[in-house]
C-alpha cells in the first residue's frame, strides 16, 4: 500500500509521518513547514498560552526527526499548499490511501483530487460538536472535557464536515488540560495506524454529520486575549466524566 500525508512540521505531524513510514509501506509526504516561535510577540498572552502548548507536545511527541524510512519528501513553505505546481506532485498523487493533518486551508483541484480519492483527515476535536480552529481548546473552556478529542472523517469542501469515519477519546492519565488536549493527537494517530494496520479502516462505514449536535464553530479570531486571559487564569486539573458511548461514532478509547 502507498501512503500520501499532507501535513505540517511540528512534533505531532513528524511523528505521524514516522508512524506511516514505519507500517512499512511506501510513503509521501508533503510538508508545510510552519516557524511557531516567530508567529507571536514575546510574552504577549498568546505566546504565553503557546509556551504551554509546545511544552506538552515534546512531553508527548519528544523532539520528532525524520526517519526517512520508505519516504518521500516535499518541503514547501506555510500556505503554498494550493500554489503548487501539479507536475512537483506527480509522485504523491497516485497513492492508495491519503491522509490530511494540519494543513492549511487546501482547495481547488488538489482538494478535488483528494475527495475522489477519499482521503482521510485528522480533525483534533470532535465532529459536528465543535468544529473550525483549536476544538479541544473551546472544548475545555466551555467545560466539555468528555467532548476533547479527534475525529476521523472523509475530507470535503467544508471544513470539518465530510462522512465520520470514527472518534477517538484520549486517555485519561493526563494531570493537566494542556496534556490532555495533546494527548488527544497521540491517540488519533494510535488509532489511526492501527485501523491501517488491520486494514480496517478501507471498510468502515462512514456517518453523516448531524448540525443539531453543533456547539461551536470556531474561529481563529475567537482566540482572543480575553478568551486566553480567562482559560489561563482559571487552568486546572481535568475532571473526567464518564463517557457515555451514545454520544460518539464508532468510538476508538485510548487507556
Same mark, same amino acid.
Request: hydrophobic letters at 35%; one cysteine or more.
Given at each position: 500500500m &502507498?501512503i ?6 511540528s512534533?505531532?505531524? *513528524? !511523528?505521524? $509521518?514516522? @508512524?506511516?513510514?514505519s507500517? %512499512? ?6 510538508i508545510?513547514n ?15 498560552y503557546f509556551?504551554?502548548v509546545?511544552?506538552s507536545e515534546?512531553k508527548?511527541f ?6 526517512? &524510512?520508505?519516504?518521500s519528501?516535499?518541503?514547501i513553505?506555510?500556505?503554498? *499548499? !494550493?500554489? $503548487?505546481n @501539479?507536475?512537483k506532485?506527480n %509522485?504523491?498523487?497516485n ?5 490530511v ?5 487546501i482547495?481547488g483541484w488538489?482538494i478535488n483530487?483528494l ?10 476535536g ?5 468544529r473550525g ?10 467545560n466539555?472535557p ?18 465520520i ?5 484520549p486517555?485519561?492519565?493526563y494531570k ?5 488536549t ?13 485501523k491501517?494496520?488491520?486494514k480496517t ?7 453523516s454529520?448531524?448540525k443539531?449536535?453543533?456547539i461551536?464553530?470556531?474561529r481563529?479570531k475567537?482566540?482572543n486575549?480575553?478568551?486566553?486571559k480567562?482559560?489561563?487564569k482559571?487552568?486546572k486539573k ?5 463517557y457515555?458511548?451514545?454520544?460518539y461514532?464508532n468510538?476508538?478509547?485510548d487507556k
Amino acid at each position: 500500500m &502507498k501512503i500520501t500525508i499532507f501535513t505540517s512540521n511540528s512534533n505531532r505531524h *513528524i !511523528n505521524l $509521518i514516522n @508512524k506511516l513510514s514505519s507500517l %512499512g509501506h511506501e510513503c509521501c509526504a508533503v510538508i508545510e513547514n510552519k516557524k511557531i516561535s516567530k508567529a507571536f510577540k514575546k510574552n504577549s498572552l498568546k505566546d504565553k498560552y503557546f509556551k504551554k502548548v509546545i511544552k506538552s507536545e515534546k512531553k508527548i511527541f519528544n523532539n520528532a526527526q525524520l526517519f526517512k &524510512k520508505n519516504l518521500s519528501l516535499l518541503n514547501i513553505s506555510w500556505g503554498k *499548499i !494550493n500554489f $503548487i505546481n @501539479k507536475k512537483k506532485l506527480n %509522485g504523491f498523487l497516485n497513492s492508495d490511501l491519503y491522509i490530511v493533518f494540519g494543513t492549511s486551508y487546501i482547495k481547488g483541484w488538489l482538494i478535488n483530487h483528494l475527495i475522489k480519492k477519499k482521503a482521510i483527515n485528522i480533525h483534533i476535536g470532535l465532529s459536528p460538536y465543535y468544529r473550525g480552529a483549536a476544538c479541544n481548546f473551546w472544548a475545555v473552556y466551555d467545560n466539555n472535557p468528555h467532548l476533547v478529542g479527534a475525529t476521523i472523517h472523509y475530507l470535503g469542501k467544508v471544513i470539518d464536515k465530510g462522512k465520520i469515519l470514527f472518534h477517538v477519546l484520549p486517555s485519561k492519565k493526563y494531570k493537566n488540560d494542556f496534556d490532555f488536549t495533546m494527548g488527544s493527537v497521540l491517540s488519533a494517530q494510535k488509532a489511526l495506524i492501527s485501523k491501517i494496520r488491520n486494514k480496517t479502516i478501507l471498510n468502515m462505514r462512514p456517518s453523516s454529520h448531524n448540525k443539531q449536535k453543533e456547539i461551536r464553530y470556531s474561529r481563529i479570531k475567537d482566540f482572543n486575549n480575553s478568551i486566553i486571559k480567562d482559560y489561563l487564569k482559571r487552568n486546572k486539573k481535568i475532571l473526567f466524566p464518564k463517557y457515555d458511548k451514545k454520544n460518539y461514532i464508532n468510538p476508538y478509547f485510548d487507556k
